[in-house]
């Protein structure tokens, strides 16, 4: 294990000392696959449940915003995991071709864009379920609670730590 202080370690060009580009590639995408396993999984829960709504017995009581609302979730739902699934499906074409540290970039926008979609569901599905079941104005502050933490704690915290450590 390397006991780097974490700041030098994010800042040096290899992170490890004597480590190669190609090894750094294969290091970064491997982590980066590790955390998209946690929201792959937390997508897929997400989204099967989406997919069973429609055939519920109430469905067909919610109103036409509900319903929109419902149409918001589903598809930001089925984006995040199209996503999130990306670097491992293109990685399986790109295999052996060289291309790893492109791979891990466009992989890492992939994984910010899934995760943005995974706020607009997490959102929009909690938004539908509160309205619901108490009406709008409990509906609305529930959801833009959770849209501003998940806002908070996924983008904008980790940026500005980022920007004070650059």
Same mark, same amino acid.
Request: glycine letters at 4%.
């Given at each position: 294990?390397?006991? #780097?202080?974490?700041?030098?370690?994010?800042?040096?060009?290899?992170?490890?000392?004597?480590?190669?580009?190609?090894?750094?590639?294969?290091?970064?995408?491997?982590? !980066?696959?590790?955390?998209?396993?946690?929201?792959?999984?937390?997508?897929?829960?997400?989204?099967?449940? !989406?997919?069973?709504?429609?055939?519920?017995?109430?469905?067909?009581? $919610?109103?036409?915003?509900?319903?929109?609302?419902?149409?918001?979730? !589903?598809?930001?739902?089925?984006?995040?995991?199209?996503?999130?699934?990306?670097?491992?499906? #293109?990685?399986?074409?790109?295999? =052996?071709?060289?291309?790893?540290?492109?791979?891990?970039?466009?992989?890492?926008?992939?994984?910010?864009?899934?995760?943005?979609? !995974?706020?607009?569901?997490?959102?929009?599905?909690?938004?539908? $379920?509160?309205?619901?079941?108490?009406?709008?104005?409990?509906? $609305?502050?529930?959801?833009?609670?959770?849209?501003?933490?998940?806002?908070?704690?996924?983008?904008?915290?980790?940026?500005?730590? =980022?920007?004070?450590?650059?």
């Amino acid at each position: 294990m390397n006991m #780097q202080d974490p700041q030098s370690v994010e800042s040096s060009p290899s992170a490890v000392p004597g480590e190669s580009p190609a090894a750094r590639a294969d290091r970064n995408f491997v982590e !980066l696959l590790q955390g998209l396993r946690v929201a792959v999984t937390g997508v897929q829960v997400l989204f099967a449940f !989406l997919l069973t709504v429609p055939f519920s017995p109430g469905f067909e009581e $919610v109103t036409h915003f509900q319903r929109d609302l419902y149409y918001v979730a !589903l598809v930001s739902a089925a984006v995040a995991s199209i996503f999130f699934i990306a670097p491992a499906a #293109q990685h399986r074409i790109l295999f =052996r071709q060289g291309l790893k540290e492109p791979l891990v970039h466009r992989s890492n926008r992939y994984a910010m864009v899934g995760t943005l979609a !995974l706020a607009v569901s997490i959102t929009s599905a909690t938004l539908l $379920v509160v309205d619901y079941i108490f009406h709008w104005p409990v509906a $609305v502050i529930t959801s833009a609670v959770l849209a501003l933490l998940a806002v908070w704690i996924w983008f904008v915290g980790p940026f500005l730590y =980022r920007s004070r450590q650059g």
